[in-house]
């Protein structure tokens, strides 16, 4: 049995023979074209020059990750500001002399917080609608980020409301008691007298609690918030998912975070010792 | 917001009311829950009278000065401070503690703030007077109680003395008919003790009317009209003071001078 049996009538003449060793090499090019076919297609699939290294890529992604960042600045300042005007709020009502006030404040005080931060964030976001209407039909859109920014005010108001507690318990009576013999009300009272002599010893446990929030904003990355942590892992996602993108990438938001906290943390350090000191 | 007591017809008033004594007290009783300190006190102040009350410590003296302008509220009996009954709950207690200035111990100037600041302060919030008005008079005042050059510095750089003058000040800048000073001399140094004996003895000699709750025997000898000796928050003998130190005739008021003399 010759290899070419498919050649199946060699009696029709030499005419069907050529024919015949054409069928033959036609097979052959099949194959061939397959095999090509097979290592185009692997070439494809393979980058056409080298890999760029875990360190360019992160390069490549910088701005990006930077611009989250900048969203994760906005975040702790505008949360800060809500948490600082909210809290004195509550901790003003938490000294009233008025039992309907002060009880109800201190038990929200208390309930922000003694909450994890992780779930004050899940209820805040899933509470808060997508958007609110407003009087004349307008309707004001509620981004997650801006979410996220109240909840995480929200642990930072409690603890702001217990620091104006404190300060101003810490007050000597005598303070008090002067400010009455002179004749001020209660209210202008803590406006003139009790209230600017806690300013100074609030200021560093309210710089530390916001070093805290900042710090904490990466959790909105849960929610898809386009801040710095979620900017990274989305640029890691499209440089191909490698491991060895995450040890830089993950060391360049520690890096960040640091840069930025870092200084606070001294400089509240160094306000402490200057308000024990004075 | 003007008060009608403040105008200055209304402090003509209040001068012209003759007979009365300006601070007037009737069988007043004050508990600190259970614990009864002052247990019928009654006693007469007339107007530029310098009062003294001495006593040993824990006599309800000092509790006895703060209700005079109501910062402790008392159970029962009368106060009466220029004809304002101090015990009656509808009272305006503002306008009565403008009338009546307080000096403590502990001086509590408020630290945040300079000395003419800590003069100018109540005036400029509590009255709301005009600003060049009330920094004319604090200057003065100031100047009164001999710290002109520290019109800018903080308590916290003053001595004590100096601190307790400025506390002086400070009341006196609320133009009061009445200035109530407990114990202002006894956590001062020796030293600074004089120069703020000084001040309130040029004060008394104004004509101001002073209740003083004082340790300072010789001072209370030398100033005091007259002098009130209390014992378990009641008032044993009182009396002008030459009469008082020399010729006393309850058996715990010589027990306690010959402890102190």
């Not at chain 1, 009880?103 to 509470?127: D, E, G, H, Q």
């Not at chain 2, 003007?2 to 012209?16: C, H, K, M, Q, V």
């Not at chain 2, 001062?188 to 000084?198: A, F, G, Q, Y």
Request: charged share 20%; with cysteine; proline share 7%.
């Amino acid at each position: 049995m010759t290899p070419l049996a498919f050649r199946l009538d060699p009696t029709l003449g030499a005419g069907w023979r050529l024919s015949g060793l054409l069928d033959w090499r036609h097979g052959l090019a099949l194959v061939l074209a397959f095999a090509a076919s097979l290592a185009v297609a692997l070439a494809q699939s393979a980058p056409p020059v080298p890999r760029p290294s875990a360190l360019a890529t992160l390069v490549i992604w910088l701005p990006f990750i930077i611009r989250g960042f900048l969203l994760n600045l906005a975040m702790s300042l505008l949360a800060m500001i809500l948490a600082t005007v909210l809290g004195i709020g509550l901790g003003l009502m938490q000294i009233s002399p008025l039992a309907p006030i002060r009880l109800p404040a201190r038990f929200v005080t208390r309930l922000l917080r003694n909450s994890p931060w992780l779930v004050i964030l899940f209820v805040v976001m899933y509470v808060l609608p997508v958007e609110v209407r407003l009087g004349g039909g307008a309707r004001v859109p509620l981004p997650d980020w801006l979410k996220a920014t109240f909840a995480f005010a929200l642990p930072v108001m409690g603890n702001i409301s217990e620091i104006l507690r404190g300060a101003v318990n810490s007050i000597p009576s005598g303070q008090w008691d002067s400010a009455e013999g002179l004749a001020f009300t209660r209210l202008q009272t803590l406006r003139w007298i009790i209230l600017p002599q806690c300013v100074r010893r609030a200021i560093p446990p309210w710089m530390n609690w916001y070093a805290l929030l900042t710090l904490s904003t990466p959790m909105a990355s849960i929610f898809s918030v386009h801040e710095a942590v979620s900017n990274a892992q989305a640029g890691m996602e499209a440089a191909g998912a490698r491991p060895d993108l995450l040890l830089p990438f993950y060391l360049f938001l520690l890096v960040l975070f640091f840069a930025y906290i870092y200084p606070i943390a001294v400089w509240t350090r160094s306000l402490e010792r200057k308000y024990a000191v004075a | 917001m003007p008060w009608p007591d403040e105008t200055a017809a209304g402090r003509a008033n209040s001068l012209d009311r003759g007979d009365e004594p300006i601070v007037l007290l009737r069988d007043v009783h004050k508990s600190f829950g259970a614990l009864e300190v002052i247990k019928g006190i009654s006693l007469d102040v007339w107007r530029s009278e310098v009062v003294c009350i001495i006593g040993p410590s824990g006599s309800g003296k000092s509790t006895l000065i703060r209700c005079i302008n109501g910062l402790s509220p008392i159970q029962r009996g009368s106060i009466k401070v220029a004809g304002r009954e101090v015990n009656d709950p509808k009272l305006d207690k503002l306008a009565l503690r403008r009338n009546v200035g307080i000096v403590f111990q502990q001086y509590n100037l408020f630290p945040h703030k300079t000395a003419i600041e800590n003069v100018m302060m109540a005036p400029l919030k509590v009255l709301r007077e005009p600003r060049a008005e009330v920094e004319k008079r604090a200057r003065a005042l100031i100047a009164k109680v001999k710290l002109t050059g520290k019109e800018d510095s903080y308590p916290g750089q003053l001595s004590g003395g100096q601190q307790q003058r400025v506390a002086i000040a400070r009341s006196l800048a609320m133009r009061p008919e009445v200035m109530l000073f407990d114990e202002v001399t006894a956590a001062l140094d020796p030293e600074t003790v004089k120069e703020v004996l000084l001040t309130i003895k040029e004060l008394a000699a104004d004509g101001m009317t002073c209740i003083l709750v004082t340790h300072e025997m010789g001072f209370a000898r030398e100033v005091a009209d007259r002098i009130y000796f209390t014992e378990g928050g009641v008032i044993v003998e009182s009396g002008p003071p030459a009469e008082f130190f020399s010729n006393a005739k309850d058996p715990r008021t010589r027990q306690f001078l010959s402890q102190v003399l």
